[in-house]
């Protein structure tokens, strides 16, 4: 059974840094593209950067140049750094496959951006 775990939200002011974490377990990890999503209150969850097994990262453009997506394929884990974050970051972020799997939906974590 797949499952995804995701861990280091926070509360930051502007300007600063998080890193977040997720662990996959069940199936192989790296053979899946992993992606970081993110759903902030009254609107829809929105894709944030991915990374296949072993290729090129891709970011959301609001996000381009202040995250990081990388994965540790020997621990199952996928990582987003971020920095200078600003207030409409927050959110709830989750990790999934991209493209997502339904069943693959953990409980995410809250990131809050605020003074």
């Known amino acids: 059974q797949d499952q995804v775990v995701e861990s280091g939200g926070g509360l930051v002011q502007p300007g600063g840094s998080l890193i977040l974490s997720c662990v996959k377990s069940?199936?192989?990890?790296?053979?899946?593209?992993m992606a970081w999503y993110r759903q902030a209150p009254g609107k829809q969850r929105e894709w944030v950067a991915s990374i296949p097994p072993d290729g090129r990262d891709y970011y959301r453009d609001s996000v381009k140049g202040r995250c990081t997506i990388s994965r540790d394929n020997m621990k199952n884990t996928v990582y987003l750094q971020m920095n200078n974050l600003k207030p409409e970051d927050t959110a709830v972020y989750y990790c999934?496959?991209?493209?997502?799997?339904?069943?693959?939906w953990g409980q995410g974590t809250q990131v809050t951006v605020s003074s």
């Open positions: 999934n496959s991209y493209p997502p799997r339904g069943d693959w």
């Open positions: 069940g199936s192989i990890f790296d053979q899946y593209t």
